[in-house]
């Protein structure tokens, strides 16, 4: 009630668009891959799980990483978006010693475009991945 006497026009900017691709993971609970609203997309943590199979993927922190970016990849192309848009990132290790490992992952695929960013150390992830990460974006 408050935002809307304040903005006004914040009722009409709100339309709220689910993102679905078969490019990446299906959701394993009730949530989206990404909402997009007001020229940004909000993708939902991204683990290691091939979208054909829903398998994790084989390998080390690297190996994770590198799916785990790359379904980001198509969860934002899928929203009109791509790395290169990514404003923040967040994300989720289930051991911060394997930072310098994600690190090298995650410069691979920011090189030139560096978005901000969090990393923060958590106890558990879902599947027991050791990386999840999500992101926040401007779209189309």
Known sequence: MFAQRVFPSIRAMSTLTRVQTANAPAAIGPYAQAIKVNGMVYTSGQIPLIPSTGELVQGGVEDQTRQVLTNLTEVLKASGSSLEKVVKTTVFLKNMDDFVAVNGVYGSF???????????????????????????????
């Open 110 to 140: 920011f090189s030139t475009h560096q978005p901000a960013r969090s990393a923060v150390q958590v106890a558990r992830l879902p599947k027991d991945v050791s990386v999840e990460i999500e992101c926040v974006a401007v779209c189309e």
